[in-house]
């Protein structure tokens, strides 16, 4: 990671702290110099569908993506694995599945 734990919890406090304030309860994350930014995660994967999930009455971030970069966010984020949910590659460029779906 780029920086110590505490200044990445301190960016998700002042994050939920705006949340609160402008009413919202889950905000969804695209955005790869954001999701950087709250995580630390740094993958070239964002061609592909993913995001970073905040959760007002969470202690972490979620992180969701595809199965081939689950790996690459479990070492560059400070996220405990279980919030590292990835979809299965299939969703990649399906004309039948989307990973919103999954």
């Known amino acids: 990671m780029s920086f110590e734990l505490a200044e990445y919890r301190e960016r998700i406090r002042k994050t939920k702290d705006q949340m609160e304030a402008l009413g919202i309860e889950v905000l969804l994350i695209t ?3 954001n999701m950087n930014y709250l995580s630390g995660y740094d993958g070239w994967s964002f ?30 984020t400070w996220l405990d694995h279980e919030n590292i949910v990835p979809y299965p590659d299939d969703y990649v460029q399906s004309d039948t599945k989307h990973p919103m779906d999954f």
Request: glycine share 10%; hydrophobic share 35%; aromatic share 6%.
């Open 31 to 33: 955005n790869p110099s």
């Open 47 to 76: 061609y592909v569908h993913q995001m970073l999930v905040i959760i007002h009455d969470e202690d972490q971030p979620k992180w969701i993506g595809r199965g081939l970069d689950e790996n690459g966010a479990k070492i560059t």
